[in-house]
Structure formats: C-alpha cells, structure tokens
C-alpha cells in the first residue's frame, strides 16, 4: 500500500515564495506521474503541474514562469516550488501520484497569499 505525506503550506505574503513537498512511501516498484492539483473555495479542482517519470513537465498556464515542478526519484518525492505568489494562488494543494495500478491523493495542504 502506498502513502503520501504533503508538506510545506503557509501563510505568505504577496510576491512571496512557498515550497510543496509530496512524499511517497509503502509498496513502490515504479512512479510514473507526479502531479500536483489545487482547489480554491467554490472551484473545481484543476491540474497545476505535472511530472513525468521521464521529466518532462506541464504547466497551467495561470502558473507558467512562476512555479516549478521537480522529482527526486531516490526518494519518491515531488516538489513544487512557489514564486510571485498571488492572492489567486490560494487554495488548498494536493498531490497526486500514479504508478503501475495504482494512483493515490496526497491529504492536501493549505496555501495562503495574503497581506
């Protein structure tokens, strides 16, 4: 069985910068994708940024030139890293992660940009 454990949500500040961490742990042979989703009150949840197993990335384009999408395969993690954060950026953040079979939810974590 596969778990995942979120970290690194806060409260920032206009133009700050946050930094996502997605772990996954338990019965992995292999990941393929590794994405990251986020849903802001009153909205459906929308694909942020995804991973491949071979890197290649894919950006909303509300997002695009301010976040990044990053693995570390050693340790079964994704990275998300937040910059010129915006008001609009606020929601809670989840990731999600497929492998062969399988897929799985991170619990989400809540991002804050306000002043």
């Known amino acids: 069985q596969v778990q995942l454990v979120e970290s690194g949500g806060g409260l920032v500040q206009p133009g700050g910068s946050l930094r996502l961490s997605c772990a996954a742990s338990?019965?992995?042979?292999?990941?393929?994708?590794m994405n990251w989703y986020r849903q802001a009150p009153g909205k459906e949840r929308e694909l942020v940024a995804s991973?491949?197993?071979?890197?290649?990335?894919n950006y909303a384009d509300s997002v695009k030139g301010r976040f990044t999408i990053s693995r570390d395969n050693a340790k079964n993690t994704v990275y998300l890293q937040m910059n010129s954060l915006k008001p609009e950026d606020t929601a809670v953040y989840y990731c999600?992660?497929?492998?062969?079979?399988?897929?799985?939810w991170g619990q989400g974590t809540q991002v804050t940009v306000s002043s």
């Open positions: 991973i491949s197993s071979g890197s290649r990335t």
């Open positions: 999600y992660v497929a492998g062969s079979g399988w897929s799985i």
């Open positions: 338990g019965s992995i042979l292999s990941i393929n994708a």
